[in-house]
């Protein structure tokens, strides 16, 4: 039997359980009732377990609701588990999604400092890669303009350049490569794989894009209902979840 070397794992992630709580809805009359209001409780993720290889592409795949963002949410620090554990062995990580991790109210420049140096990187390692970064999200004066002014197009297209310019171990990929023109789309989506082609970079990306996922991914989870149907070979699971949203 083989032993598994730790070094060659970059993500261990053991009996993941993560739920949703929320109170009923009521008005300011009713608020003073001293009925105790009902907690509904959704549960995101069920027990998930898996082991992520260094230098892997894995894709996540289900329909809507299964738990695909809440798993890279959990993974990127952003959720704490209710259950289970996560270990990320030491590993840099980013999440690149919509809507995740600016201040609306500080302009683009200030978020590309504000989100790397919670990526970890410094103010002088930032410097030096602010042009880079720039010239890539491309969306001119908008640079020095609040977040929230943006279009979804122009969130993307910064996300994205922050992300790819300032690379860490582990990246986290959420529907990005879907959003923005299509120029922008080719050029990010060649970046991607220019990315992952470090074979010590890790890549987890959720997407909707069965070719995405077959294109660029090693292997795939398919989660349904916040389990893990099955995990592997893309070609066979792909085509089973082709099958299953089928029916």
């Known amino acids: 039997m083989v032993k598994k070397n730790k070094d060659d794992i970059a993500i261990s992630v053991k009996n993941l359980h993560i739920s949703y709580r929320s109170i009923e809805k009521t ?37 809507n609701g299964s738990g695909k963002s809440t798993l890279l949410r959990a993974l990127a620090g952003i959720f704490s588990p ?17 809507g995740v991790g600016f201040n609306n109210k500080l302009t683009g ?29 491309d969306i001119g004066k908008f640079i020095y303009k609040p977040v929230k ?40 989506y060649n970046k991607m794989k220019e990315l992952i082609s470090d074979e010590n970079r890790t890549v987890i990306i959720v997407s909707h894009s069965l070719s995405t ?5 090693d292997e795939v989870i398919w989660l349904n209902d916040g389990k893990i149907v099955k995990q592997g070979d893309v070609t066979s699971i792909v085509k089973d979840y082709e099958e299953f949203m089928k029916e």
């Open 27 to 63: 008005s300011i009359r009713n608020s003073w009732d001293k009925k105790k209001k009902r907690v509904d409780v959704f549960e995101a993720l069920k027990g998930v377990s898996f082991e992520l290889k260094k230098g892997k592409i894995l894709g996540i795949i289900g329909k």
């Open 213 to 217: 996922i077959k294109e660029l991914c």
């Open 149 to 188: 002014t943006y279009s979804s197009g122009m969130h993307s297209k910064l996300a994205f350049a922050i992300t790819a310019i300032l690379e860490t171990d582990i990246m986290l990929i959420d529907e990005v490569l879907a959003v923005g023109d299509a120029r922008f789309k080719e050029k990010s």
């Open 109 to 137: 420049l200030e978020n590309i400092y504000l989100s790397g140096m919670l990526l970890g990187f410094s103010e002088e390692e930032i410097k030096q890669k602010e042009k880079e970064i720039i010239d890539f999200a």
């Open 82 to 98: 209710d259950k289970g554990t996560i270990d990320l062995h030491h590993n840099t990580i980013s999440l690149l999604s919509i």
